[in-house]
């Protein structure tokens, strides 16, 4: 990709980033370029809107955030986000609607990368997964660990920007019997992680997914 100085992008390094500080700068900039073609497009997405697959795409699948396939939403979407994403069913449309329209970003200003299958493959994709999104986000034996807990704690009442609320409810849910705490967890408890589908672990944090305006980063 050539800038408007007349210099060449490296688009291979700038956009498969190989450490957290790498990864916070690359997200930003596509963030920050995606808030102004949406802008200019005419489309009302939130300015954050890719956090969520960015970070799975970077930490879970192979890292570079410019290359999309179909096997990558899939396993994004059916897998990761079920694992570890809490988010209301009437939001779930806007997540897909989300992701089409940062591919069409991504496409239609020359950063989608070459290798990628395109953007009308890879949005009718989604179209013919969302059913699926949808069932596999509902269906609780596919939740991780840490969305067993945030869960259970949210069913009480416990937001997760309030620790003081947060250590109150670990305390109580320490204290409960281990068959009752087991019956939560489930495997997760046994094995202090759960093996997703890909052979990966997932990790015991999983915060909800804040709702439109509020987002914040979610970490690994």
Same mark, same amino acid.
């Given at each position: 990709?050539?800038? +408007?100085?007349?210099?060449? #992008?490296?688009?291979?390094?700038?956009?498969?980033?190989?450490?957290?500080?790498?990864?916070?700068?690359?997200?930003?900039?596509?963030?920050?370029?995606?808030?102004?073609?949406?802008?200019?497009?005419?489309?009302?997405?939130?300015? *954050?809107? %890719?956090?969520? @697959?960015?970070?799975?795409?970077? $930490?879970?699948?192979?890292?570079?955030?410019?290359?999309w396939t179909r096997r *990558?939403?899939?396993?994004?979407?059916?897998?990761?986000?079920?694992?570890?994403?809490?988010?209301?069913?009437?939001?779930?449309?806007e997540v897909l609607a #989300?992701?089409?329209?940062?591919?069409?970003?991504?496409? $239609?200003?020359?950063?989608?990368? #070459?290798?990628?299958?395109?953007?009308?493959?890879?949005?009718?994709? @989604? *179209? +013919?997964?969302? !059913?699926?999104? /949808?069932?596999?986000?509902?269906? +609780?034996?596919?939740?991780?660990?840490?969305?067993?807990?945030?869960?259970? $704690?949210?069913?009480?009442?416990?937001?997760?920007?309030?620790? !003081?609320?947060?250590?109150?409810?670990?305390?109580?849910?320490? $204290?409960? %019997?281990?068959?009752?705490? *087991?019956?939560?967890?489930?495997?997760?408890?046994?094995?202090?992680? /759960?093996?997703? +589908?890909? !052979?990966?672990?997932?990790?015991?944090?999983? %915060?909800?997914?804040?709702?439109?305006?509020?987002?914040?980063?979610?970490? /690994?």
């Amino acid at each position: 990709m050539v800038e +408007q100085d007349g210099t060449v #992008e490296n688009t291979a390094s700038r956009w498969e980033p190989e450490d957290d500080d790498e990864y916070e700068s690359a997200s930003a900039e596509l963030k920050e370029r995606f808030a102004t073609w949406a802008a200019n497009a005419g489309v009302a997405i939130d300015h *954050d809107v %890719p956090e969520g @697959l960015l970070h799975y795409k970077w $930490a879970y699948v192979d890292g570079h955030l410019t290359r999309w396939t179909r096997r *990558d939403l899939s396993e994004i979407y059916l897998e990761l986000y079920p694992a570890k994403v809490m988010a209301d069913p009437d939001e779930l449309d806007e997540v897909l609607a #989300e992701a089409r329209a940062f591919l069409t970003f991504l496409s $239609a200003t020359g950063l989608l990368e #070459e290798e990628s299958e395109s953007a009308e493959v890879l949005i009718d994709h @989604l *179209d +013919q997964i969302a !059913g699926r999104f /949808r069932a596999n986000m509902a269906d +609780q034996s596919r939740y991780s660990f840490g969305k067993r807990l945030w869960t259970e $704690a949210a069913a009480e009442g416990v937001r997760p920007d309030d620790p !003081g609320a947060v250590e109150a409810f670990m305390a109580r849910f320490n $204290a409960r %019997p281990r068959a009752e705490r *087991d019956a939560i967890l489930g495997e997760g408890l046994k094995t202090g992680n /759960r093996r997703a +589908q890909t !052979g990966r672990f997932t990790p015991p944090g999983t %915060p909800p997914r804040p709702g439109s305006g509020k987002r914040r980063k979610r970490r /690994r």
